[in-house]
């Protein structure tokens, strides 16, 4: 199969309105806090994990960068929760999601790039890729779920030949 | 009154047991997830927020600087939640924290000095400084609560004359 080049967008919380929430205080409304020495930007993201009893999980992730150009290796999505990834490296990093749905939809992959003060929040459902950190290994804090239930499914599309491009 | 002097101790999770959890990956164990691309610590801070209903809330807060030696302004508390800051900058900042309990005992502050890698997540009930950014304006995630219910006590301690010092 020949090469499905994808090119990177501008990671907007309008372009990614349909697949989650965009973590960052560029363009929201904020107020003062603690007699006025700090600012507070209020609920960015829609934290969904209380399905089938879960409760919020805070973790760590440590990601390995990818060298470009990037080959998408597999998609996966949690039915259970959202997924929340905040960067705590500063570094641009990718963002690669598809609509939520039973069925992962291969021509609808979309392919970001965060500026690397812009975190994610994948709604429940939604298809993504693991992070791809890009110039050195980088941390995020994940906030998604922990309780019963299988809460991850997984698709190889390694032999679908996706090629992340620049635009 | 004469000024009551503090020393700054460095946080470790043992020293902060009392008042909560430090969000790190230093010392803790992880496990390999995406194809052994990443390495996942999972699960660090206890995320209390569902009493009265509560939700989890994602914001980002905004602190502005402290020139040293800081004095102390006013302590707080959540009794229906915990609080995690963690931060954004990777610029260490001061944590100051007393037991929880309905009436702040002032013989009992500790101060902490995170290494700018390490969060903290306050328990439910613990007292409080809002965190002291010291060499720039700083960037933190703040996992609390959003929800009825009156969630936050403050006590000035302006006139207690808390001198933060080095060791």
Not at 44 to 59: M, N
Not at 93 to 120: C, H, M, T, W, Y
Request: charged share 25%; aromatic share 6%; net charge neutral.
């Amino acid at each position: 199969m020949s090469e499905r080049r994808l090119s990177i967008q501008r990671l907007t919380q309008q372009g990614f309105a349909c697949f989650g929430d965009v973590i960052e205080t560029d363009g929201r409304s904020h107020y003062s806090i603690n007699a006025g020495t700090a600012e507070r930007y209020d609920d960015l993201a829609r934290v969904d994990v209380s399905a089938a009893s879960g409760r919020p999980v805070l973790s760590i992730c440590r990601a390995a960068p990818n060298a470009p150009p990037v080959r998408l290796r597999l998609m996966e999505r949690h039915p259970l929760s959202s997924q929340a990834f905040i960067p705590l490296s500063s570094v641009p990093f990718l963002v690669v999601a598809a609509p939520a749905g039973d069925k992962l939809e291969l021509e609808k992959i979309s392919v970001f790039r965060s500026n690397g003060r812009q975190g994610i929040n994948y709604r429940r459902g939604t298809w993504h890729h693991p992070l791809l950190a890009l110039e050195r290994v980088c941390d995020f804090l994940i906030v998604d779920r922990g309780g019963q239930g299988e809460n991850c499914e997984e698709v190889s599309i390694a032999d679908q030949n996706f090629l992340v491009v620049e635009p």
